[in-house]
């Protein structure tokens, strides 16, 4: 039963996490960042030397993922990876393995599982497609390609490291083609999900405006 589920999608740095996080936060519901599992998918393969295009292997690693999330800590087999998992190149090894057919099949239970009595509300790329398809309510969020290039940069310097602006630009860019492109589960907007659009939006207003929708929708 997904009548307790907020899917939320939509690409990279177009804010959804912060966002679901926080409506997460205020409806007292459980959250899950369905990113980070195939951040941490890529992170253990790469740890375990296992090519980041061997589909199988992959796909095997992602079965045994040794993962708990633990308020702000990731930990993968009991190391703290929260940190480890954001590099733009983790980043990018995510999307080649969430390319992968066998890979998603081996991450949708899991994802599933975060579904609890009091509520979740899910972020990615296919929450509302394909995870959770009977969502109550579906957003997909979005944002100009300039303003989420600008986001991140920001994030980057934020956490004290270095940025290239032109070189993020290119990577969101090559990252959301290959979201938009593959053939399963593919970065799209459901027709059943409301369009939020952040480019001259903050924070707050979205949360709002997603909690509005929630009001309307039970
Ligand atoms: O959201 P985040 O940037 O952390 O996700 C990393 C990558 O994981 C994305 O670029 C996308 O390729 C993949 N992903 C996905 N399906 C999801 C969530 C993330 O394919 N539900």
């Known amino acids: 039963n997904q009548d307790l589920v907020i899917a939320i999608d939509g690409p990279s740095a177009s804010g959804k996490g912060t966002v679901a996080q926080l409506v997460a936060e205020r409806l007292g519901f459980a959250y899950l960042d369905s990113g980070a599992l195939y951040r941490l998918t890529a992170l253990a393969a790469l740890q375990q ?6 589909e199988v292997a992959v796909a095997q690693v992602a079965t045994e993922l040794d993962v708990a ?3 702000e800590r990731i930990l993968l087999a009991s190391a703290d990876v929260a940190l480890a998992i954001r590099a733009e190149e ?15 099949a081996a991450l949708l239970q ?3 599982e975060f579904l609890t009595a009091q509520g979740l509300v899910a972020d990615g790329r ?19 390609a300039q303003v989420r290039a600008e986001r991140r940069y920001k994030q980057l310097i934020g956490r004290g490291e270095e940025a290239d602006l032109a070189l993020i630009t290119a990577d969101l860019q090559s990252r959301d083609d290959r979201d938009r492109q593959r053939a399963v589960a593919p970065l799209a907007q459901s027709a059943d999900a409301f369009l939020l659009e952040t480019s001259n ?4 207003t ?12 039970r």
């Open 90 to 104: 983790i980043g990018s090894g995510a999307s080649q393995v969430a390319a992968l057919p066998m890979v998603r």
């Open 201 to 204: 939006m903050n924070v707050e």
């Open 69 to 71: 999330f633990v308020g």
């Open 110 to 112: 899991r994802q599933r």
């Open 206 to 217: 979205a949360v709002a405006q997603i909690l509005d929708w929630w009001q309307l929708k």
């Open 126 to 144: 296919d929450m509302g497609s394909v995870v959770f398809p009977s969502a109550k309510l579906k957003v997909f969020l979005s944002a100009s």
């Open 49 to 54: 030397g296992v090519a980041w295009t061997d």
